[in-house]
């Protein structure tokens, strides 16, 4: 028995022109493995890109609470704690002058761990007397009372990450 093309039958596919499965899973490997978004191979006329779509979801945006509160080192008699306000609100409801961060970095309250505090709410502090120290990009900058006055709160925390334009410490109008 005889088999006969028929005028209607396509030819086979040249080699060049079949996907190789092997390459193909290899190149997606080496995506995987390198963490790129896409190769591209040619070999004569046949070219395969492989690229995989990476959807990157956005950041959740978080709203600070007020900080936790922070107790003042406690000399030989007791203390009162240094109060945070429990709802941001209360910063501008309370009246006084706001002494805001110049700058995006760290405040600290105190110039060392082992010492106390630069200033707690009631103390009474002159014009240009350290409040708080705010360290940006390994630089201590020291800020200072823009006038006379009284330490109404301390807003921020020991360590505590701050912006550019947030109230620090409210001074008694």
Same mark, same amino acid.
């Given at each position: 028995?005889?088999?006969?093309? #028929? ?8 080699? #060049?022109?079949? &996907? =190789? @499965?092997?390459?193909?899973? #290899?190149?997606? =490997?080496?995506l995987k493995d390198t963490e790129l978004? *896409?190769?591209?191979? *040619?070999?004569?006329? %046949?070219? &395969?890109?492989? @690229?995989?779509? &990476? ?23 007791s203390a009162a704690p240094v109060s945070?306000? #429990?709802?941001p609100a209360t910063i501008v409801a ?19 761990? *082992? ?7 009631? =103390? ?6 350290? %409040? ?10 020291? &800020?200072? @009372? ?6 109404? *709160?301390? %807003? ?13 410490? %409210?001074?008694?109008?």
């Amino acid at each position: 028995m005889a088999v006969s093309k #028929s005028p209607a039958a396509k030819p086979a596919a040249p080699k #060049s022109d079949q &996907i =190789d @499965a092997g390459l193909v899973r #290899s190149l997606a =490997d080496i995506l995987k493995d390198t963490e790129l978004t *896409e190769i591209e191979v *040619e070999r004569g006329d %046949l070219r &395969i890109r492989v @690229a995989r779509e &990476i959807t990157v979801a956005a950041a959740p945006v978080a709203y600070a609470a007020a900080p936790a509160p922070v107790a003042a080192p406690a000399p030989a008699a007791s203390a009162a704690p240094v109060s945070m306000p #429990s709802d941001p609100a209360t910063i501008v409801a309370k009246a006084g002058e706001q002494v805001k961060s110049p700058m995006v970095g760290t405040a600290y309250l105190k110039p060392s761990p *082992e010492a106390p505090a630069f200033v707690q709410p009631g =103390d009474t502090v002159k014009k240009g007397q350290t %409040l708080l120290i705010v360290e940006a990009m390994k630089t201590m900058n020291p &800020i200072q @009372a823009p006038r006379d006055g009284k330490v109404v *709160e301390v %807003l921020v925390g020991d360590a505590q990450p701050v912006e550019f334009g947030e109230p620090l410490v %409210l001074l008694e109008a």
